[in-house]
């Protein structure tokens, strides 16, 4: 069993919907929760951080978390074509100073 | 405000040979980590460094692999007698331990090719 699992797509939205992100982690000591973007050829870049449970805002970006449910989701509204792009989920333990990454899902936006 | 920087961006070398990068953390970052991913795959951790102590080493690094970080600045990762599994993306990220949560910043990479 990977210790982050995301689904990785393609998942298409068309534009100006809701984009709906998934990720489940198997460590129970992980801490915290990062959601990266990352464009063809491109390096991550971080575009949410997130810690405790519940919801954190930003912009058009929520993630959400669930401990108990070792759950954490990314959500976007009025998606665009310029959020095309592989979306990276990551848990931190602090036990070992790394993050571990799931594959990617690949997220399509159609105009 | 100046990001991770790496050198060189991208690199071609034939199987046998031995690369090295660099890494430039954000100033004021006192962890540096190194990562590698290959097509398809989230980033791999391979190393980490607080300041100039090298704290964790992943068993993907291998004894052909070596990183540094002399004076707690910079860092080099050297690859010795490259094989043709070592074609992949090498990132580099950096965070402050002054911030909570260990938020992990990415330079551009370093795309290795071996022939």
């Known amino acids: 069993q990977k210790e982050v699992e995301q689904n990785s797509g393609p998942l298409s939205v068309p534009e100006g919907a809701i984009a709906s992100l998934n990720c489940t982690y198997s460590?129970?000591?992980?801490?915290?929760f990062f959601w990266y973007r990352q464009y063809s050829g491109k390096s991550p870049e971080l575009i949410m951080s997130?810690?405790?449970?519940g919801d954190k805002e930003d912009g058009r970006f929520t993630a959400q978390l669930n401990k108990a449910s070792q759950y954490v989701s990314l959500l976007i509204r009025d998606s665009q074509p310029s959020d095309s792009a592989t979306y990276l989920c990551a848990a931190y333990s602090g036990n070992t100073g790394k993050l571990i990454f799931g594959q990617g899902t690949t997220l399509q936006v159609k105009p | 405000d100046t990001g991770v920087s790496q050198d060189p961006r991208h690199k071609i070398t034939k199987r046998g040979q031995n690369v090295t990068f660099r890494c430039d953390p954000i100033?004021?970052?006192?962890?540096l980590y190194w990562y590698r991913q290959t097509l398809g795959q989230g980033p791999e951790f391979l190393t980490y460094?607080?300041?100039?102590?090298?704290?964790?080493k992943s068993r993907l690094l291998s004894d052909r692999f070596s990183a540094e970080r002399p004076k707690g600045s910079f860092s080099t990762l050297e690859i010795q007698r490259t094989e043709q599994g070592d074609s992949a993306m090498y990132l580099c990220?950096?965070?402050?331990?002054?911030?909570?949560?260990?938020?992990?910043?990415f330079g551009p990479g370093t795309r290795l090719t071996v022939l």
């Open positions: 990220a950096s965070s402050s331990t002054r911030i909570s949560y260990n938020e992990q910043f």
């Open positions: 997130i810690y405790s449970n």
């Open positions: 100033s004021e970052h006192n962890r």
């Open positions: 460094f607080q300041n100039e102590a090298q704290l964790e």
């Open positions: 460590d129970r000591v992980s801490q915290s």
